[in-house]
């Protein structure tokens, strides 16, 4: 039974004091989730506003416009002759043709999107977080109702429309494809939805990996690593599985491996266009590889809300430039995440910048503490050690570079390379170090280097720059080529444990079995005295061929052997290529503002260069492909491998494209391919150097 | 130490100097004053060798900006607006890189290390990460870094922006005894009252143009003699003696008095006294002949503010 209300007093009392409280101008309204706010928030709204109105988003969609239209016209123009396309046709004649070269069409356009979008994924999605977090803005964020999960999609959808417009720069063809050349739809909407479902995937990793670098750069670098080992490492794993006997993957079937990797899926898919063969597997698997695509994007994004949080927090409790966090936050921290969900914070840097202020906590102790303690934290992160000063040498410069690690945490680099090591050790074990296996791993750290080559340096001028350090390094008699030097010798630092793992590689894998040969000549001699001095070894015949032989034929297996000539040859080549792009970045980086545009550049200038350049030479003449495939660093490390394995490298015949030349040949060729890697790099730390200088007020 | 002549600078069609020209003297404390976007940080920027000059010339220690950038970044120490810092540094490396781009022996930098951190006050910090400190003593390790090489001329700007009134006034005592010291340094500041209290002479610019440059005292009566054509006196009368009006139609037949203002209803009476060294006892011997009965008597004091309100116009640009 309810009782009846009664009218109270202090109601009454309480009405004169409402009246009285100023009334706010900002309409108060309950926050209730709705898809135009999920969708259409304001930080979407400000992403899609500042992407729309940067000179380097229109430079990105310009360049990619014309790639597109390159490629295409490329392609066309090589499929029309092959055609013999005439401009006298009937109508019905040219659709004819249109429908003959649609096929091709339609495999570039797609080819295009694929290798780009999630490119570009990584590289839009790289400054999302860890700009905000360097300008401070992100503790601004957490004194908003704003929460994490709102950010991480905000800056996903805003993103997303890039990639958007970006990809329909390719639709007008895709739909000439459909209606004027007869192209199946299901073979061109697969591959555009494998295509969109990895740049969605890419643009999420990149935004993870942004949340947790420090730069960029890095987080451009990360992402794309990531993107690798997703698209390659399930496909590896599962076939090297399969391929030993008492796993029980035996009985797999081997288009599962295709299954698991989204480039192999997207091949595939491009096979049912151009007819290269029945596919591997059922027509709408491609479905599956989406799904997967879609579920990884979503475990990176919870994973990037995390990430984000925790960055806030930390931004938040540290300053700017605070918000990389790795481990998981202990309670005080957590404590202050909770709130940040529900109430907003008063989180912005203290005007006198003594400490940031912290949450608005009820709890009298805990903002102290928090900041205490996150500083703590934050502090054995670091590779500094509180209470102890290092030794500064007589080149800071290079001193400060080469104290900086290459990862974060000082265990990251030993567990990588242990994983390397074990990695290799079962490939050596698995493939009996036959040929392939040397060349093999070689390139494929020879290529990882040569990506991570183009992302380190770019950076390296411009961040001192927006770090503000820049201009009185500038104030130093330090000269602009000592920096310069220091910069690209501590890149170089920071690349070279996979610089030496490599060359650690080939020598384990390619000299030392042929080396264990020589091992049983001395052995042979050992005996034979023994058996000279030694009655009980001189009657006991078969000690030879019992221990000796049986040990021979049980360790002296028949390894591929690579001449160190032919190593050596390869490491100077990858030096050098790593050299021009180190120089080139920091050109880059000296001529640009910002660490983000540099790094764009840099790493697009060199995809252009050795990735898209031989793909374009290809489609229009053979001949020029087998000719720029003579200056390809990849390709003249790997002729260099091939020719020198199981031969003397000095003496071997190399396979060069369409051509088999002389060792004395291919070397001078090495060698002047070496001098023209150094002297562009030279050439570009020499503008460099004029650049800086002139920033320092030297005369140019 | 330091010259600027017809110093010009343009950044597109932005004019930040124009035909800036002024003179610096050994161990002078110069206090540049101007709003925001005036041409300050340029005009240190040109003189600390980070930006060319569109036309005229500026000399620091003698030698051209222009052809003598090594010399001159050897001879001055300059502390930008923004320190940025090295995160990943102490203190202590934080000044031995620097050192070291100065070309200070190894075995020589702790030393001196030691000698900036005490007079920084920041010895304490000596193994403290750069980017744990506070913004204020941040501000003081910028000091230090510009002191690393002893140099002559010190361009210091803004070096007490964002700090809280303490670490102000500590900012303040370190450059006094910069001065002390026997260094020229060229300060900027917003802090008007600070730059009034150490400058030796004080430049006032606005929109790329010097509107004023010499010693603080003529700035003051450049001030008093635009606002007040003499000393100002402002006097509290107690509410039982005579009235405000009273008295000032006394004082107003006085030669001295060039204009006195009453208001009844607060009790003042504010006395312009006309230019020239007056005895204020006057004053007080008139009020009290009258029947006032004198609660306060207080010379308004002219200050910077009053000088730089009166020569700039307020523009920004």
């Known amino acids: 039974m309810t009782q009846p209300r009664t009218p109270t007093t202090t109601t009454a009392a309480a009405a004169p004091a409402e009246a009285a409280k100023p009334k706010s101008w900002v309409p108060r309204r309950s926050w209730r989730p709705s898809l135009s706010r999920v969708l259409g928030g304001p930080v979407f709204a400000k992403e899609v506003w500042v992407l729309g109105k940067r000179l380097s988003t229109s430079w990105v969609r310009f360049i990619y416009g014309f790639l597109l239209l390159g490629m295409l016209a490329i392609v066309v123009v090589n499929a029309t002759d092959s055609y013999s396309y005439s401009g006298n046709m009937g109508n019905l004649q040219a659709l004819q043709a249109y429908q003959q070269i649609a096929p091709v069409v339609t495999i570039a356009v797609l080819g295009f999107q694929f290798g780009m979008l999630p490119l570009m994924g990584c590289v839009l999605g790289g400054s999302a977080v860890c ?40 639709l007008p063809v895709l739909l000439m494809a459909r209606v004027l050349g007869g192209v199946n739809g299901e073979s061109l909407i697969a591959p555009t939805v494998l295509c969109a479902a990895n740049a969605l995937l890419a643009l999420q990793i990149s935004i993870w990996t942004s949340a947790r670098a420090k730069h960029a750069a890095g987080a451009i670098a990360g992402a794309i690593g990531v993107l690798f080992v997703l698209w390659v490492l399930p496909s590896v794993l599962v076939g090297v599985l ?129 900041n205490e303690a996150a500083r703590q934290r934050k502090r054995k992160k670091s590779a500094v050690v509180e209470g102890y000063s290092r030794t500064v ?10 104290q900086q690690r290459f990862t974060r945490g000082q265990w990251a680099l030993p567990v990588a390379l242990g994983i390397c090591c074990c990695a290799l050790l079962f490939l050596y074990w698995m493939s009996s170090m036959k040929e392939g296996l040397q060349i093999g791993v070689a390139m494929f750290g020879a290529v990882i280097l040569l990506l991570l080559a183009a992302l ?82 001189a009657n006991n015949s078969d000690f030879i061929p019992e221990h000796i032989d049986g040990y021979r034929s049980y360790l002296g297996w028949d390894p591929a052997r690579v001449d160190p000539v032919a190593i050596l040859a390869f490491l100077l080549v990858l030096a050098c290529t790593v050299f021009m792009q180190f120089a080139v970045g920091l050109l880059l980086s000296a001529v640009m503002r910002r660490t983000t545009p540099a790094t764009i550049c840099n790493l697009l200038l060199w995809i252009l260069v050795w990735a898209f350049l031989p793909v374009v030479l290809a489609i229009v003449d053979n001949g020029l492909i087998d000719l720029y495939g003579a200056l390809h660093p990849v390709v003249l490390m790997a002729m260099v491998l091939d020719g020198g394995t199981d031969n003397a490298a000095l003496s071997a015949t190399y396979d060069v494209p369409d051509n088999n030349v002389q060792a004395f040949t291919f070397f001078v060729f090495l060698v002047l391919y070496c001098f023209a890697a150094t002297g562009v790099g030279l050439g570009a730390l020499k503008v460099a150097s004029l650049e800086l200088g002139f920033a320092g007020g030297r005369k140019r | 130490m330091i010259e600027t002549s017809n110093l010009t600078k343009h950044f597109g069609s932005l004019v930040a100097l124009d035909s800036l020209t002024l003179s610096i003297g050994p161990g002078e404390v110069f206090g540049f004053i101007g709003p925001n976007g005036a041409g300050k940080t340029t005009t240190m920027r040109i003189l600390s060798c980070l930006t060319r000059p569109d036309a005229g010339t500026a000399k620091v220690c003698g030698f051209d900006t222009r052809t003598h950038g090594d010399d001159i970044r050897k001879c001055i120490g300059y502390m930008p607006d923004f320190l940025g810092v090295y995160d990943d540094l102490t203190v202590d490396e934080y000044l031995q890189f620097f050192a070291s781009a100065y070309g200070i022996a190894r075995r020589a930098r702790a030393t001196i290390i030691g000698q900036v951190l005490e007079l920084t006050d920041l010895t304490q910090k000596r193994h403290s990460l750069v980017d744990g400190l506070s913004r204020g003593m941040q501000q003081r390790l910028g000091v230090a870094r510009v002191l690393v090489h002893d140099p002559k001329v010190l361009l210091l700007d803004e070096p007490a922006s964002g700090l809280d009134p303490r670490a102000r006034i500590e900012m303040r005592s370190l450059l006094i005894e910069l001065a002390r010291m026997g260094k020229t340094l060229m300060v900027s500041s917003h802090i008007l009252s600070e730059l009034g209290e150490m400058s030796t002479s004080i430049g006032i610019i606005e929109r790329g143009k010097l509107l004023y440059a010499g010693s603080v005292t003529d700035a003051f009566a450049r001030a008093k003699t635009s606002a007040t054509q003499g000393d100002r006196i402002v006097v509290k009368l107690a509410t039982s003696g005579a009235t405000p009006s009273t008295i000032k139609q006394a004082l107003e037949t006085d030669h001295r008095v060039l204009k006195a203002t009453a208001n009844d209803e607060q009790r003042t009476l504010t006395v312009d006294l006309t230019t020239g060294e007056h005895e204020h006892h006057f004053l007080l011997e008139r009020i009290i002949a009258c029947q006032g009965r004198i609660e306060s008597f207080q010379p308004e004091v002219v200050k910077l503010e009053d000088a730089f309100l009166r020569l700039t116009t307020g523009a920004l640009q």
């Open chain 1, 131 to 170: 700009e905000e977090v360097r300008a401070g803005s992100l503790a601004t964020l957490l004194s908003t109702p704003l929460k994490a999960w709102q950010i991480v999609m905000g800056k996903l959808l805003g993103r997303c429309t890039e990639l958007l417009i970006l990809s329909l720069l390719a």
């Open chain 1, 242 to 370: 399969m391929s030993v006997p008492t796993m029980p993957f035996k009985g797999l079937n081997p288009a599962f491996i295709t299954l698991l990797s989204p480039p192999m899926v997207f091949l595939v898919k491009l096979g049912d266009i151009a007819s290269w063969g029945a596919p591997p597997f059922q027509t709408l698997h491609w479905v599956w590889s989406v799904v997967s695509s879609l579920a990884l994007t979503g475990l990176f994004f919870v994973l990037s809300t995390r990430a984000v949080r925790r960055a806030m927090v930390a931004t938040a409790l540290l300053g700017p430039g605070a918000g990389r966090t790795t481990k998981k936050a202990p309670p005080d921290k957590r404590r202050a995440v909770s709130i940040s969900q529900d109430v907003p914070m008063a989180a912005t840097p203290a005007l006198d910048g003594a400490s940031p202020a912290a949450p608005l906590d009820s709890s009298p102790d805990s903002p102290q503490e928090t």
């Open chain 1, 393 to 402: 040498g007589d080149n800071p410069v290079l001193w400060r570079e080469v």
């Open chain 1, 456 to 537: 380190q340096t770019p950076g390296a001028i411009s961040s001192e720059r927006e770090g503000r350090t820049l201009d009185v390094l500038l104030t130093t008699p330090l000269s602009a080529r000592a920096i310069l030097w220091g910069k690209l010798l501590g890149s170089a630092k920071r690349l070279a444990p996979l610089y030496v793992a490599i060359a650690l590689h080939l020598f384990f894998s390619g000299v030392l079995p042929g080396i264990t040969r020589y091992i049983f000549l001395p052995l042979d001699e050992v005996v034979r005295f023994l058996r000279f001095a030694s009655p009980a070894f």
